[in-house]
C-alpha cells in the first residue's frame, strides 16, 4: 500500500471500537470526507470479535467535527471515539497483538506470537513492526494475496514489481513462492527502511531490490525491463494517474493486480486502465475494499472471489 494507505508521517489518529456494520460505514464516509493524500482510514476484526476503526492523519484533526462525521452512524458512541498524538514513528511500532495470522493458500502472514501457527509447508511471513494496514489483516493486502495465489495456479510471471509495497508483504509473498528477484518501491523513505528489515527477518533480503521513488520512476524499475506481474495496493486517485506508466513497465501478456480501492472506486479505476488497453479478469471483495486482477491479453470471464 502502501500496505501504506497511511499518510505520509502521520501525526494523529483516531481509534474506536464498535460493530462490523458501524466500522464499515464509518472508514467509506471518513475515506470520503477527508484528502487521501492527508488521511487513511481501516477498520478490521479483533481476536475478541470486535471491530477497530483506525484513522491516521497528517495533520491535527478538529476532533469535534470529526465526532460530529461519525455520530449520525453510531450515535452517543462518537464520544467514545479516542484521539492520539502519535510520536514520529509510533505508526511502525504498532504490533500485531491480538490479531489473528492471516491464510491465503500456502501464505501465512503473522506475528512472532504466533509462529507455533506455522505449518510444514507454510509459506511464512513474519511481519511485526506495521500498521494493521502492512500486515495482511487490512482488506486490501489480504485480497492481493489471495489474488496472487489464484493467478500463480495459473502461470508463474518471471518478473514481479510492488508499487507502494509499505512493510513487503506482497513482494515478499512473490519472492518465497516464485524464488525470484523481485523490485519493491514506495513513495515513503520510512516504509521502505520498515520493509527492508522485514525483508532480512523473513530471509529475503537478497532477493528484494527496494526504491524510494514515487510510482515506478526510479532506475531500478528501468533496469529490470518489463514485469510480468505488477502489484499496486495504493489508492484510487494515484492509481488511475498511474494507469500510463504502470502499461509502460508491463509486460504485454502481464497481469495487474490493483487495490486500496472501495466499492464505488472500481469503475473509474477500471475506465483509466481499460483506456491503456487492460480488461478485467478477477474481482475479490473482503471488508468493504476490492482488489482487480487486469490483463491486456485472452481476457477470462469475470470472476468474484
Not at 487521501?36 to 476503526?53: I, R
Not at 514481479?160 to 524464488?179: E, Q
Not at 514515487?214 to 531500478?220: I, L, N, S, T, W
Amino acid at each position: 500500500m502502501l500496505e501504506g494507505l497511511h499518510p505520509n508521517r502521520p501525526t494523529h489518529v483516531l481509534r474506536l471500537r464498535t460493530t462490523e456494520r458501524a466500522a464499515r460505514l464509518m472508514t467509506n464516509v471518513i475515506g470520503e470526507i477527508f484528502d487521501p493524500a492527508e488521511s487513511a482510514v481501516a477498520a478490521f476484526e479483533t481476536e475478541d470479535g470486535s471491530w477497530l476503526l483506525e484513522a491516521y492523519f497528517a495533520r491535527e484533526p478538529d476532533q469535534g467535527a470529526v465526532r460530529n462525521l461519525i455520530r449520525p452512524i453510531i450515535g452517543p458512541e462518537a464520544d467514545e471515539a479516542e484521539f492520539q498524538t502519535l510520536a514520529q514513528q509510533d505508526w511502525v511500532k504498532a504490533s500485531l497483538e491480538g490479531l489473528n495470522p492471516v491464510r491465503a493458500g500456502r501464505i501465512l502472514v503473522h506475528g512472532a506470537h504466533d509462529r507455533d501457527q506455522r505449518r510444514p509447508n507454510d509459506l511464512a511471513i513474519e511481519i511485526e513492526a506495521a500498521l494493521a494496514f502492512g500486515t495482511g489483516h487490512h482488506g486490501t493486502t489480504s485480497s492481493c494475496l489471495r489474488a496472487f495465489v489464484d493467478e500463480v495456479k495459473l502461470g508463474k510471471p518471471a518478473s514481479v514489481l510492488d508499487v507502494g509495497t509499505g512493510t513487503g508483504i506482497l513482494a515478499f509473498a512473490a519472492a518465497k513462492m516464485l524464488k525470484i528477484p523481485v523490485v519493491a518501491g514506495d513513495i515513503d523513505p520510512e516504509a521502505i527502511r520498515v520493509a527492508s528489515e522485514n525483508a532480512h527477518l523473513n530471509g529475503v533480503a537478497h532477493q528484494l531490490t527496494f526504491y524510494v521513488a514515487p510510482g515506478v520512476r526510479h532506475e531500478a524499475v528501468r533496469r529490470a525491463g518489463r514485469f510480468d506481474l505488477v502489484f499496486a495496493n495504493i489508492l484510487a486517485k494515484p492509481l488511475r494517474l498511474l494507469a500510463p506508466s504502470i502499461t509502460r513497465v508491463a509486460s504485454p501478456h502481464g497481469t495487474l493486480i490493483l487495490s486500496g480501492l472501495l466499492g464505488h472506486d472500481v469503475p473509474g479505476v477500471l475506465s483509466a486502465y481499460a483506456a491503456q488497453g487492460w480488461r478485467l479478469r478477477r474481482r475479490y471483495d473482503q471488508e468493504g475494499w476490492v482488489a482487480l486482477v487486469l490483463s491486456h491479453r485472452h481476457p477470462l470471464p469475470l470472476t468474484r472471489r
